[in-house]
């Protein structure tokens, strides 16, 4: 954490921007109070970059909408069941909330709104003591609820701990979510989570199955878009909370993946995870976001292990765990309601994640590696990290040799789709020519064509629309078209 007069100096210059001045005195001159709230606050204070800003405020959501709109036409609901008033003021979006103090049934997935009448009881009812801080506007005034132990949000930002403004079992019980927002924080901010949080996290984690799967599934995604997501993802393995949604990572405790002298399986993930992210960033351009695809592959490449373990003459195979395991992501997936796309994605890596590891004993053809690029499609560079971070050995003769092979790979694949437009192989001839040349109507028979010059194209590289047209010729005669 900064300097605090640093802190108090951000928080100062947030509050006298354009147009929170001007949204704290309407509010003020209406007799409302009004607060920066949350994660702005912590990320001011931290020195974190501060890209949304919370406002709440004791005016009911009909008061708010009628102060925002004595300053501007831009003004909408984005969620007024639970007090949240939106509008666009000198040209920023800005969302203001009215003080809360929500509760949750035992068996309901929503909140049961409740307004509260002063910033103390909405802060009180917020998940961790770190994100329970308010700045007062216009008044510049810093409010700390305390946590049950006694220390406030300041004292837990600058020891670098995570706990609850009351009873954690409390906190968890009005939203179970907060259970995983503990994890993500853990992540994002490095900092510890507290012995009576966790064991909270552990007694009421079955309360996490009132909780939607989409909130679950945007909180994963949330925890992988993190620097560092292993801190987060062993919480939640820990404290049994992973079980109830990601039970294919729990399963891969210990699963040793070499008679039992290496680590295992759990403990490879995490770090294929960590060294994907790695070269990630080594490799990412700028303006792109975490890649959770390639993360999500990452951390679930090997879930096919333990259904394929076997014992054999004195050691441990998983063979097909590649296969198994892209069925088993994408059923995973499907139940965490993510979308088409990041489905296929991430279940194709995994299916693809072995197919390198041959390369280094004997070196593919160019057909080889024609094919291993066609099969990859668009996931190439998502599988050249995968495949390296896959390399967790100690034995620094094997990774060095594999880290070669890796290098003299990808420069072959540069090599041919520099002379051969590799990216895009296609057969020389396409439907249409096809169907010209053979004199045949649009059917089963043209497809078998294309895919032989595709198998053509891949085998021997580009050999010219007449060679290739003598080719299908020869193919057809021969009574390839009937097989």
Do not use: C
């Not at 606050?41 to 709440?56: E, I, K, M, Q, S």
């Not at 003004?75 to 007090?83: A, E, I, L, T, Y």
């Not at 946590?147 to 300041?154: D, E, K, L, Q, V």
């Not at 490449?301 to 198994?324: C, Q």
């Amino acid at each position: 954490m900064r300097p605090l007069a640093e802190s108090l100096s951000a928080l100062r210059g947030i509050a006298e921007s354009s147009p929170v001045r001007e949204l704290a005195a309407a509010f003020r001159d209406a007799g409302h109070e009004f607060a920066l709230v949350g994660g702005p606050v912590r990320d001011a204070l931290l020195g974190r970059p501060v890209t949304d800003l919370d406002f709440t405020t004791s005016a009911r959501p009909d008061e708010t909408r009628a102060i925002l709109a004595g300053m501007t036409r831009q003004v909408w609901d984005v969620g007024r069941d639970f007090g949240t008033i939106a509008a666009k003021v000198h040209g920023e979006s800005v969302e203001i909330t009215t003080y809360r103090a929500d509760t949750y049934r035992d068996d309901s997935r929503k909140p049961q709104v409740a307004y509260g009448d002063s910033i103390e009881d909405d802060l009180v009812r917020r998940d961790f003591t770190i994100n329970a801080l308010a700045l007062m506007l216009p008044e510049l005034r810093l409010v700390d609820v305390a946590a049950a132990g006694g220390a406030g949000g300041m004292e837990d930002l600058l020891a670098g701990r995570i706990a609850t403004p009351g009873a954690p079992e409390a906190s968890f019980t009005d939203d179970p979510l907060r259970m995983l927002r503990a994890a993500r924080f853990a992540s994002q901010l490095g900092f510890e989570v507290q012995p009576e949080v966790r064991e909270a996290m552990r007694e009421l984690a079955h309360r996490l199955e009132i909780v939607s799967v989409e909130r679950i599934r945007d909180e994963l995604v949330k925890l992988l878009s993190t620097a560092d997501p292993v801190p987060g993802i062993r919480l939640l393995v820990d404290e049994g909370l992973a079980e109830l949604f990601l039970p294919e990572l729990t399963d891969l405790i210990a699963t040793q993946d070499d008679h039992g002298r290496h680590k295992d399986v759990y403990e490879h993930s995490l770090t294929v995870l960590r060294q994907a992210i790695e070269l990630e960033l080594e490799r990412g351009e700028d303006g792109k976001g975490p890649d959770v695809v390639l993360r999500l592959a990452a951390l679930l490449h090997d879930i096919g292990k333990p259904p394929t373990r076997r014992f054999e003459r004195g050691g441990v195979t998983f063979h097909h765990h590649d296969v198994v395991g892209a069925k088993m992501a994408r059923r995973r997936l499907r139940a965490l309601r993510f979308d088409n796309d990041t489905i296929k994605r991430v279940s194709r890596l995994i299916e693809l994640h072995l197919r390198f590891f041959g390369y280094s004993d004997q070196q593919w053809t160019d057909s080889a590696v024609r094919r291993y690029v066609r099969d990859a499609g668009e996931e190439l560079g998502r599988l050249h990290i995968l495949t390296r971070a896959d390399v967790t050995t100690r034995n620094r003769r094997k990774a060095e040799r594999l880290e070669h092979a890796y290098d003299d790979i990808e420069r072959r694949i540069a090599e041919l789709a520099e002379a051969e437009e590799l990216a895009a192989v296609r057969p020389e001839l396409d439907g249409e020519r096809i169907m010209a040349i053979l004199d045949l109507p649009p059917g089963p028979p043209v497809g078998k064509a294309y895919r032989f010059l595709l198998e053509l194209r891949l085998d021997e590289g580009p050999i010219g629309e007449e060679a290739a047209e003598a080719r299908l010729r020869e193919w057809y005669r021969a009574g390839g078209g009937e097989r």
